[in-house]
């Protein structure tokens, strides 16, 4: 079964302290992964989506990378509006072709 | 805003009891999902309507149906409600299928007593 793996569950940063968040994936082919961005009590913001290895995608502070086995959003300089749940998610090759999600990354950002 | 829009934006109700949560996609979109997101299992896929039609499902109980209306919004109906069925319940919407970027309701919260 594809699965996906996110890592730290929690970070905690100071501003303008740069990091990276990683996603791991096991999907017998990537059709696409997805990072979205969760504040407390919302819905999921969409952020990036990643087709093939060595792709990269950029936007203001953050930055998402792809690779065959993961994929990585590096946080550069971050602010303390940049604190949410990173999620990532993969979608399935075969069958549904569901989305299929991990379980996030908490970013805190002191000031 | 995605220009998702869902409602009621809270739910609380007894178990037992049934509930209807309402979707409206984006403008032009016509495809259809539903997510359920408790702090245990994270965002689980449940079912995908595309122009009216069931698309695909996923970890959907007995318990819980959906449709989608000629005017392309949704409606997401629990039954014989239990305990753990509290959670946070959310609809997307894409252009076409699952190959298009899934735009994100605010969602609805339910809490059953």
């Known amino acids: 079964e594809d699965q996906v793996t996110q890592s730290p569950e929690a970070l905690r940063l100071q501003e303008g302290e740069s990091s990276s968040l990683n996603c791991s994936y096991t999907?017998?082919?990537?059709?696409?992964l997805f990072w979205y961005r969760q504040d407390p009590g919302k819905g999921p913001e969409f952020l990036f989506t990643l087709y093939s290895a060595g792709e990269e995608k950029e936007k203001e502070r953050l930055k998402a990378t792809l690779t065959k086995k993961e994929s990585f959003l590096h946080i550069t300089a971050p602010k303390p509006e940049d604190s949410a749940t990173y999620l990532c998610?993969?979608?399935?090759?075969?069958?549904?072709?569901?989305?299929?999600f991990g379980q996030g990354t908490r970013l805190t950002i002191n000031p | 805003d995605s220009g998702v829009t869902q409602t009621p934006k809270h739910l609380i109700t007894a178990t037992g009891q049934r509930v209807t949560l309402r979707c409206s996609p984006r403008s032009g979109d016509l495809s259809v999902y539903w997510y359920q997101q408790s702090l245990d299992q994270g965002l689980q896929f449940l079912i995908q309507?595309?122009?009216?039609?069931?698309?695909a499902k996923g970890n959907i109980l007995e318990r819980f149906s959906a449709q989608q209306f000629p005017d392309l919004h949704s409606e997401l109906n629990l039954s014989s409600l239990e305990l753990g069925d509290s959670a946070l319940y959310f609809c997307a919407s894409s252009l076409r299928g699952v190959s298009d970027t899934q735009y994100f309701g605010p969602g609805t919260r339910l809490t059953v007593l």
């Open positions: 309507y595309y122009n009216g039609e069931e698309r």
């Open positions: 998610a993969v979608r399935e090759d075969q069958g549904a072709q569901k989305l299929v």
């Open positions: 999907v017998s082919g990537l059709r696409g």
